[in-house]
Structure formats: C-alpha cells, structure tokens
C-alpha cells in the first residue's frame, strides 16, 4: 500500500508494563475466553501450560479493579503520533489506523450513522485491556469493553515468517479486521452476537463467533474496496494469502495435524478468503449483513 506521506492517526498509545492483580476469577475468564475465540482449546492449553511454567497461576492473571499492593501496573508511555514515531511497523499501523478512521467515517455518513474510532495500543509482550491480560501468544485483539485494539507489532513478523504471508497488505488487513470487530461494536452486531451466544453449546457458540469473524474479514474488504488509490498491484493477492494462512483448518493441521471443524472459531481459509473479497467487491454494510442478520 502506498499511503506516502499521509497522516498517522492521533487515537494511539504505547504500553509497557505487567499485569495488575486483583479480582477473581472474571478477568481470568476474558483472557481464557478471548485465546479460546483466537486459537482454540490447544491455546487455552498452551497458554496455562505456559503460566505453569512461569510460576504464574492461570486464575490470577487478570483480575477485577483494583490492583494487588505491589503487582505491576501497565503503563502508558505515549499518546498520539509520538507513540507511532521510529518504527516503519508501527508508523505503517498507525497510517492504517488514519485510513480506517476516514473511509468508516465516509460509510458511517452515508447511512445517517456516526463513526466514533477506537484506539490502537502498541504493547510488547504483554499488558492489559479491558477484557483483561493481553499476552502477543493471542495474536492481535479487539476489546469491545474499552473500544481498543492491540497489536504487538511482532506479529507482523510472525505472519510473515511463520505464516507465509509478507507485505505490507497483509499487515494492513490484520489492523482492518480488528477495527471491523470496532464497527459491529458500534452497530449492536456485537452484543447481538453475545446474547446468541448465551446459553448455546460449545459447538453453537463457536459457529457464531466464526459468523462474526468472517464479518470482520468482510468490512475488512469494505475498507479496502474505499482504498483503491493506496493500493499497489498484488496487494489484494497479500490479503488472501494472509487470510487462507490463518484459516482454522490451515492452523489446526499445521497444529495438531487433525482438523476439527465444531471448534472452529474464525473460519476455514476458504472462507476468510470470500469474505475478505465479499467486502471488497461489495463495498457497502450491506454487503457484509448476511453473516450476523439472523442472530
């Protein structure tokens, strides 16, 4: 993508720090929640695995409020462009931040809506959101609790390298996806997906959660199809190829090496893939409808 010299978005932080204790079992149960959405039960497995490991207790990552006397608190070191400034991934993330701002804003006011953006957190490692711990093993992550994204701009590198799928399109994607997640937030497509999810079964709660990723894969695409002058040849193709790269059945055999459908929580690769050119060729929210409209 070819952005050149355009704005870098305002709505940004940078974080360092740890966890913050407190509370019971409920932030516990966000992180576990939101690494089940990402990666499944073998990343449930793997990240308590992990805390084991490290002497931490698994219950006690993320709690409620208030912080333990002496457990380290997250810290935010910048706001705004200074928290984009000399780093190419994180100035390149903030670009697209700035673009997703103005073309959802231009959709948004074309439906008689308004667009409020979220906000984009850089943290290293790890960190807290309002959904709890934020650990990079999560891979990036939208919190409909306190309207922020966060990245670990590692990941970039991970999807390149592990993944298969370099460029700056694919990077691209990864921030439009999370800021689609933003859009059903502002819409009630969020909380109308949460209260379906009530009381389903596993297996049901996981086929709508992979209707409302494969949604974001679309206003991913919707962003895209409002970008045309910043894209360059082959950039569509970098965003297929990152979307069939983390696909369930893509991940769950490079994993484990059996695929498990009923635990799918984002889609098969084919999927991702049409929903990302769904979105793009639609260009509209109404394009995107189909998967959440019957919740």
Not at 227 to 236: K, R
Request: hydrophobic share 35%; charged share 20%.
């Amino acid at each position: 993508m070819e952005f050149g010299g355009r704005r870098e978005s305002d709505n940004v932080e940078s974080s360092s720090g740890g966890f913050g204790g407190g509370g019971g079992g409920g932030g516990a149960a966000l992180l576990l929640g939101l690494v089940f959405s990402r990666f499944g039960i073998s990343g449930v497995v793997v990240l308590l695995g992990l805390m084991y490991v490290l002497g931490g207790n698994p219950l006690g990552l993320a709690g409620g409020d208030g912080d333990q006397a002496g457990a380290p608190t997250q810290r935010v070191e910048a706001h705004g462009r200074s928290a984009c400034a000399n780093d190419p991934k994180r100035h390149f993330a903030c670009q697209v931040l700035a673009s997703t701002e103005d073309r959802w804003t231009e959709i948004f006011r074309a439906q008689g809506m308004t667009y409020t953006p979220p906000t984009l957190v850089f943290y290293p490692g790890s960190g807290r959101s309002g959904c709890g711990a934020a650990q990079a093993a999560m891979g990036p992550f939208y919190c409909p609790s306190d309207h922020r994204v966060y990245l670990d701009t590692s990941f970039f590198d991970e999807l390149a390298q592990r993944y298969g799928a370099p460029g700056d399109f694919a990077q691209a994607y990864v921030v439009a996806h999370e800021v689609g997640h933003h859009v059903q937030t502002l819409t009630g497509i969020e909380e109308r997906v949460r209260r379906a999810q009530d009381g389903a079964s596993e297996a049901q709660s996981n086929a709508i959660q992979v209707r409302m990723e494969l949604q974001a894969d679309c206003y991913a695409g919707v962003w895209a199809a409002h970008e045309q002058n910043a894209l360059d040849p082959g950039d569509i193709q970098e965003g297929m190829r990152a979307a069939a790269a983390i696909g369930d059945d893509t991940l769950q055999r490079a994993s484990q090496g059996v695929v498990v459908p009923e635990s799918f929580t984002h889609g098969t690769s084919a999927q991702r893939q049409e929903a990302l050119m769904r979105g793009y060729h639609g260009g509209t929210l109404q394009s995107c409808a189909s998967y959440t409209e019957s919740l």
